[in-house]
């Protein structure tokens, strides 16, 4: 979690950030430290966290010993997407990584575009 308290940081002092929603989708088996984290620093936007199982479907997928994380990396990617844009319905979203830090006007930047 260590780079994304760093992101949630940012976030916080990114304006106008309380009017968006921050999604959170989790990729990993050991989510109990990420929750803890989101409970405690994600308090300037409404929140809301998704779980990909994509261990447990790997192999069903078509992922194998030739898995080399991007694929994995790529199919969260598509997944995320696709909850947000088709099943939740927003008509934009801005993908983060937990390494990638926002600058202030980074709410503002996208909403420009």
Request: charged fraction near 25%; hydrophobic fraction near 45%; avoid cysteine.
């Amino acid at each position: 979690t260590r780079p994304l308290d760093q992101v949630l940081e940012r976030l916080r002092g990114v304006a106008g950030i309380e009017r968006a929603l921050l999604v959170v989708t989790v990729d990993r088996d050991l989510f109990g430290p990420l929750l803890r984290l989101l409970a405690a620093e994600a308090d300037f936007a409404e929140t809301r966290v998704y779980f990909h199982a994509f261990t447990a479907d790997r192999n069903a997928l078509g992922f194998h010993g030739w898995d080399t994380g991007v694929h994995r990396l790529n199919s969260h990617y598509l997944w995320g997407l696709r909850l947000t844009l088709e099943e939740l319905g927003y008509s934009h979203v801005v993908t983060l990584e937990d390494d990638l830090l926002p600058s202030p006007d980074f709410y503002a930047y996208h909403l420009a575009l």
